[in-house]
């Protein structure tokens, strides 16, 4: 063998052994990255410190014994299922809220220090002298029209007023409405009617109406509905039972358009409806009358407000005819002025 060739040999042989050695120190590493990273655990309050390379290769560690089966009860649960699936969780220790108060809970009723209301030192006589709200007595007065109207041939003087007197859910109320002319009371309307809770905004009203004026005055009994509906729009629907089988359907419907906080927009719709004729009275079956009209009011504040308007009233059916017969007009054109207030 010439030199050459044993120089070739030594040379394969020696790179085998750093092969070998590399392997070797890579097959090591995980192990010693393991140790390490349990070192740095421990010590993950004080910062990291890079520890240098080792020159040698560290020992392989000792695998851990091997810890107990856990009793076949126990069901077993993947580190996927650790903190995501409570399902076989015992809640049978856990303190969930209600129940029973602990013993030594303070006592709601303590708070009085021994006294009661109605007795004892500071009772104020035999009676009870707190009262809520609801429990009280209010009343109130609306004039919503009280105005001088002016049409093509005559002059008068108009009003519709409302009061009640009570408490939330139920209340008296006297509706009274009517027209003066030349000195004398040509059309009114009066009702006293009890007042019951419906619903938010809604009460049922029950009771009676007088007709007085001009011609026979008549009696009726009233039952219906007043409130607010929906978008703000005040309504006020009643049937009335006479006398002799007649019957009768107001209809009324009001709106106000807030053009600022104190100028405000009021339409005002009205129809009436009766069952059978009365011509004592000039009111004829069907429908008998309607008013639609406009009126701007200006608040001085709440409870004070001047208006000026315009309305159309006509006469329909059997009742225009009955008017016309009068020699009067069975429609008009009516400019207002006038006051609203209420206290």
Do not use: C
Not at 93 to 102: N, R, T, V
């Amino acid at each position: 063998m010439t030199r050459r060739q044993q120089q070739g040999i030594h040379s394969m042989k020696t790179s085998m052994t750093r092969l070998a050695a590399l392997l070797a120190a890579l097959s090591l590493a995980p192990a010693w990255a393991q140790t390490a990273g349990g070192d740095h655990g421990q010590h993950s309050g004080h910062g990291s410190v890079s520890a240098p390379a080792p020159s040698t290769p560290a020992a392989v560690p000792e695998p851990a014994p091997a810890k107990p089966a856990a009793p076949a009860t126990t069901p077993a649960t993947t580190p996927a299922d650790t903190g995501h699936d409570m399902a076989g969780m015992d809640h049978g220790d856990m303190q969930m809220q209600g129940g029973s108060a602990p013993a030594d809970a303070r006592d709601p009723h303590a708070y009085s220090g021994g006294y009661a209301l109605g007795t004892g030192t500071y009772a104020l006589g035999g009676t009870r002298s707190l009262h809520l709200a609801d429990e009280h007595s209010f009343a109130s007065v609306l004039v919503n029209r009280l105005e001088r109207v002016h049409t093509s041939d005559s002059n008068a003087t108009a009003y519709d007023a409302q009061a009640w007197f009570g408490r939330d859910a139920d209340k008296l109320v006297l509706k009274a409405e009517g027209d003066v002319a030349r000195g004398k009371l040509q059309e009114a309307r009066t009702e006293l009617l009890w007042g019951h809770a419906i619903a938010s905004y809604w009460d049922a009203q029950l009771g009676l109406r007088h007709d007085s004026g001009t011609g026979p005055e008549r009696s009726w009994l009233a039952f219906g509905v007043q409130g607010l509906a929906p978008y703000w729009f005040e309504l006020d629907a009643t049937a009335y039972v006479g006398q002799g089988g007649r019957t009768a359907l107001r209809l009324g419907a009001e709106y106000e358009l807030l053009l600022t906080q104190r100028l405000i927009l009021q339409p005002r719709v009205e129809l009436t409806a009766y069952g059978k004729d009365d011509e004592a009275r000039h009111i004829g079956s069907g429908l008998s009358s309607g008013v639609a009209g406009l009126r701007l009011r200006y608040e001085i504040n709440r409870q004070l407000a001047p208006y000026v308007g315009v309305e159309r009233s006509a006469k329909f059916g059997r009742t225009a005819d009955l008017v016309r017969a009068e020699g009067e007009p069975s429609s008009q054109t009516r400019w207002v002025a006038g006051v609203r207030f209420w206290f």
